[in-house]
């Protein structure tokens, strides 16, 4: 007796790409931002147009994190904290794509688009 | 396929049946029981591996009993944990009654073209699809839970292929095992 059949394999193939659908329907949606809101602690400190290039220095609570805008991206390009994880954190374009650092209390938010969420949030 | 079902003209043959059923059903809420003894990495994800009884005796000895089993499973399972009739146990019996319902799709499909890994996936799939739609209509009603639903269905897909390859190897086993005697 053969263990596996053409219709099992078919079967796995067709739930493959059910599973793969549902990525592409569920994560693959986050629109491009528009706008990346600053915020120093709670308050919002800026708000920055990605569609223009420009650079922004923005005094935290340690000291001046630098933000580069270019080609409807934002990103840190340095902070005065000890790991520069926002550093790594690299360019950020999507709605709801968030940077911080969090030693100079600094976070950058990109907005604009449809939100779109990756896991349950309430 | 040679069904037990199909010979319930004897009373001994009907007998023979119900120990069939209430056996594979301990068996299945024994593996029930030491699953949610485990803890799972993802909340909601289990192996699922009573289900590979379910598919063994659904190739076997055919979908009424196949559903007879997943059925006991469900009720005995949930009052020996204790989740009868609570939330957990909508989504369980949901399930169950979805998973069947993609057995039953398999045993219409003319000329048997889907073995044991088909039907589990399948089973696995539409187990996970419906609960997650029982749980968004009922408890969840918010577009975060969709986020799930690729991880969830990724999971599902992967235990349904274990578990159906664990029972295509049962049924194999079983199968030589009647010709010998």
């Known amino acids: 007796m053969k263990r596996f059949s053409i219709g099992d394999l078919a079967v796995?193939?067709?739930?493959?790409?059910?599973?793969?659908?549902?990525?592409?329907?569920?994560?693959?949606?986050?629109?491009?931002?528009?706008?990346?809101?600053?915020?120093?602690?709670?308050?919002?400190?800026?708000?920055?147009?990605?569609?223009v290039p420009s650079?922004?220095?923005?005094?935290?609570?340690?000291?001046?994190?630098?933000?580069?805008?270019?080609?409807?991206?934002?990103?840190?390009?340095?902070?005065?904290?000890?790991?520069?994880?926002?550093?790594?954190?690299?360019?950020?374009?999507?709605?709801?794509?968030?940077?911080?650092?969090?030693?100079?209390g600094v976070v950058v938010e990109v907005l604009g688009g449809e939100r779109v969420f990756d896991a349950v949030n309430r | 396929m040679q069904s037990i079902a199909d010979t319930t003209g004897s009373a001994a043959a009907a007998g023979q049946r119900d120990a069939l059923v209430a056996g594979f059903a301990a068996l299945a809420i024994a593996i029930h029981i030491l699953e949610a003894a485990f803890p799972s990495p993802l909340p909601g994800v289990k192996p699922g591996l009573a289900n590979v009884v379910t598919v063994v005796v659904f190739l076997r000895w055919g979908w009424r009993m196949a559903a007879a089993v997943a059925v006991l499973r469900v009720l005995v399972g949930s009052l020996l944990v204790g989740s009868f009739l609570s939330p957990t146990f909508l989504m369980?019996?949901?399930?169950?009654?979805?998973?069947?319902?993609a057995l039953g799709l398999v045993a219409l499909l003319p000329g048997r073209p889907v073995g044991a890994l088909g039907a589990s996936v399948l089973a696995a799939l539409a187990h996970m699809g419906t609960q997650l739609m029982v749980a968004y209509v009922l408890f969840i009603p918010h577009s975060a839970l969709f986020g799930l639903v690729p991880p969830l269905l990724?999971?599902?897909?992967?235990?349904?292929?274990?578990?159906?390859?664990?029972?295509?190897?049962?049924?194999?086993?079983?199968a030589t095992e009647a010709d010998s005697s």
């Open chain 2, 154 to 174: 990724t999971a599902s897909l992967i235990f349904g292929t274990v578990s159906g390859m664990i029972a295509a190897t049962v049924v194999d086993i079983l």
């Open chain 2, 92 to 101: 369980s019996a949901a399930g169950g009654v979805a998973a069947l319902a």
């Open chain 1, 55 to 104: 650079a922004h220095e923005i005094l935290g609570r340690i000291g001046l994190s630098q933000l580069r805008v270019e080609g409807g991206r934002v990103r840190f390009i340095d902070s005065p904290c000890p790991g520069r994880i926002c550093v790594h954190s690299g360019w950020l374009a999507r709605t709801g794509e968030v940077a911080a650092c969090l030693p100079n």
């Open chain 1, 12 to 51: 796995l193939a067709l739930g493959a790409s059910l599973v793969g659908a549902s990525y592409a329907a569920f994560w693959g949606d986050r629109t491009e931002g528009t706008q990346a809101a600053v915020f120093v602690g709670r308050e919002q400190v800026a708000a920055l147009d990605l569609s």
